[in-house]
């Protein structure tokens, strides 16, 4: 499909309505941010903006699924996986993680900066849902609690190196790369030690 098709053009419009209401909800904050804004960024009216999207949370939750759709196929795939899970799908599960994290790395520091939002928009409690899933796939439970720790934690360590390491002089992906072999090493360490 060509993109001067009217489907293209649409899909085209909506990813830049997507682009600049992050931009200006992590310029801004979600709350202070209009619509009216968004569409004079974009240097549309208001209407044609609500072709697309009525609210800000039908943006913020379009973004959601768009981005996060390789975790979907992420905890898809762990579920098919045989239990307890093995070191090696563990390691995965980290390394796809990571992945997906850095694909949509601006929503997910909008997520960070706008957590209290998060908690009341819909799409908060999904993203809870799907921490815990992965936090029950990387756990040992019978495991001592060190190790457990150690598995939460590892997952934690790419949030942290996404979120907290973002200012840290140097190429971003070699930061991620950095927490991952942080994180790769702690799954590590509580698999020997279970």
Same mark, same amino acid.
């Given at each position: 499909?060509?993109?001067?098709?009217?489907?293209?053009?649409?899909?085209?419009?909506?990813?830049?309505?997507?682009?600049?209401?992050?931009?200006?909800?992590?310029?801004?904050?979600?709350?202070?941010?209009?619509?009216?804004?968004?569409?004079?960024?974009?240097?549309?009216?208001?209407?044609?903006?609500?072709?697309?999207?009525?609210?800000?949370?039908?943006?913020?939750?379009?973004?959601? $699924?768009?981005?996060?759709?390789?975790?979907?196929? #992420?905890? !898809?795939?762990? +579920?098919?996986?045989?239990?307890?899970? &093995? =070191?090696?799908?563990?390691?995965?599960?980290?390394?796809?993680?990571?992945?997906?994290?850095?694909?949509?790395?601006?929503?997910?520091?909008?997520?960070?900066?706008?957590?209290?939002?998060?908690?009341?928009?819909?799409?908060?409690?999904?993203?809870?849902?799907?921490?815990?899933?992965?936090? $029950?796939?990387?756990?040992?439970?019978?495991?001592? #609690?060190? !190790?457990?720790? +150690?598995?939460?934690?590892?997952?934690? &360590? =790419?949030?942290?190196?996404?979120?907290?390491?973002?200012?840290?002089?140097?190429?971003?992906?070699?930061?991620?790369?950095?927490?991952?072999?942080?994180?790769?090493?702690?799954?590590?360490?509580?698999?020997?030690?279970?």
């Amino acid at each position: 499909m060509s993109s001067s098709s009217p489907q293209g053009r649409r899909g085209n419009t909506r990813q830049r309505i997507q682009d600049v209401a992050l931009e200006l909800f992590a310029e801004q904050g979600y709350e202070k941010t209009s619509l009216r804004e968004i569409a004079e960024r974009l240097e549309v009216t208001k209407a044609a903006l609500y072709y697309h999207f009525k609210t800000k949370e039908d943006i913020i939750i379009s973004v959601f $699924e768009d981005v996060t759709r390789p975790i979907d196929e #992420l905890i !898809d795939w762990a +579920r098919q996986q045989p239990r307890p899970c &093995t =070191l090696e799908t563990k390691r995965e599960v980290l390394r796809r993680y990571s992945e997906a994290m850095a694909a949509g790395a601006q929503l997910y520091r909008f997520m960070q900066e706008n957590q209290a939002t998060m908690r009341e928009l819909s799409i908060g409690e999904t993203v809870k849902q799907r921490l815990f899933y992965l936090v $029950e796939v990387l756990r040992n439970d019978d495991g001592p #609690l060190t !190790d457990q720790v +150690r598995c939460v934690s590892a997952l934690f &360590t =790419l949030h942290a190196g996404m979120m907290f390491l973002q200012h840290v002089e140097g190429d971003p992906e070699e930061t991620r790369a950095a927490a991952l072999e942080v994180a790769i090493d702690l799954i590590t360490q509580a698999h020997h030690g279970s």
